[in-house]
């Protein structure tokens, strides 16, 4: 999944994700719906209908094409929409609230989980730590069912 991110000098469109080849239609238009609106509540059940599938099969169809699930693609697009703030200036507590996060833990949560470290240690530069330590104060450490939850 490293490849799913962008370094600074990358431009910020979304391409589905370790995926060489174009989507089906169905699962295109869920795509164009998640790209431009992934700040906003997306449920699966508007993705579906969007797809013209039901829930069960577009879920299916979608992590067959794209090997992961329309959730945790809303999940890379808005860390992804995150990265581009952050190094624009904006406070992660901004930041959260622009791509769709409740709040600067949920971000914080999201963020370390796909990157492995904090938006702090991201800002600050390549060479920081990719430590889960919080030693920056950016955001809380993880808690144990959050742990639970990556395995």
């Known amino acids: ?25 169905a699962v ?26 039901s829930v069960s099969r577009f879920a299916a169809r979608f992590r067959s094409e794209l090997g992961v699930s329309p959730h945790r693609y809303l999940c890379l697009v808005r860390v992804r ?12 507590s901004v930041v959260a609230t622009e791509v769709g996060f409740f709040d600067q833990s949920h971000l914080c949560r999201h963020f ?4 492995g470290r ?10 920081a730590a990719r430590s889960n330590s919080t030693s920056s104060g950016s955001c809380p450490g993880p808690r144990e069912a959050d742990t639970l939850a990556l395995r």
């Open 81 to 92: 929409r995150a990265q581009d703030l952050l190094r624009a200036g904006l406070p992660p």
């Open 112 to 115: 370390r989980r796909v990157l």
């Open 28 to 53: 295109g238009g869920a795509l164009r719906i998640i790209e431009t609106s992934y700040a906003q509540p997306l449920s699966i059940e508007a993705l579906a209908t969007v797809a013209g599938l």
């Open 118 to 127: 904090t938006p702090r240690d991201y800002v600050d530069g390549p060479n």
């Open 1 to 25: 999944m490293a490849d799913v991110f962008h370094s600074a000098g990358e431009p910020a469109s979304i391409r589905p994700f370790g995926v060489a080849q174009s989507v089906s239609h």
